[in-house]
């Protein structure tokens, strides 16, 4: 934004460089490619178990458990955190 909002001399052209460019374009980056990732994971891991248990429901189960742990694990670490725990 401060790139298009600043003119540049006749003649030359504006660039942004440095650690704070890179480190947001590989943030950039890495936002788009983990939904990707994650989707492909859990793919997998259904497969794996429907091999294993050969029964949707049993995969269901397992999985609607592994979500619940996981978001419970995930608050329990945001609390901490935020009491700097």
């Known amino acids: 934004e401060i790139v298009a909002q600043t003119p540049a001399p006749d003649g030359v052209q504006v660039f942004v460089t440095g650690g704070a460019p890179l480190v947001a374009d590989q943030h950039s980056a890495g936002d788009k490619?983990?939904?990707?990732?994650?989707?492909?994971?859990?793919?997998?891991?259904?497969?794996?178990?429907?091999?294993?248990?050969?029964?949707?429901?049993?995969?269901?189960?397992?999985?609607?458990?592994?979500?619940i742990e996981l978001g419970a694990a995930r608050g329990i670490v945001a609390f901490l955190a935020n009491y700097e725990i």
């Open 33 to 67: 490619s983990v939904f990707r990732v994650t989707m492909i994971t859990i793919g997998v891991i259904a497969i794996m178990l429907l091999i294993v248990f050969r029964s949707v429901a049993t995969m269901i189960l397992i999985l609607l458990m592994v979500f």
